[in-house]
């Protein structure tokens, strides 16, 4: 069993005069993982989730 990752990152850089300059970057990002669930009867099953950990959005400035 293993881990999935999945991201999209976007970087905006502008120069303006004077040599001021803005940068912003962004990242939408998607961790999925087999989490152990608990069934009926006591047994323990898996399925295929988001991970606890999992942070979908960052910006950056």
């Known amino acids: 069993m293993s881990n999935h990752y999945d991201s ?3 970087k905006f850089e502008h ?3 004077y040599g ?3 940068l912003v ?3 939408f990002s998607k961790v999925l993982q ?3 669930v608990h069934v009926l009867g006591g047994n323990t099953a898996y ?3 988001l ?3 999992d ?4 910006r950056h400035q």
Do not use: D, I
């Not at 942070?55 to 960052?58: C, F, G, H, M, V």
């Open 20 to 22: 001021f300059n803005t």
């Open 34 to 36: 087999y989490n152990q």
């Open 55 to 58: 942070t979908a959005q960052r």
């Open 8 to 10: 999209l990152q976007a």
């Open 25 to 27: 970057a962004y990242t």
């Open 15 to 17: 120069r303006f005069s």
């Open 51 to 53: 991970a606890p950990f």
């Open 47 to 49: 399925e295929y989730a």
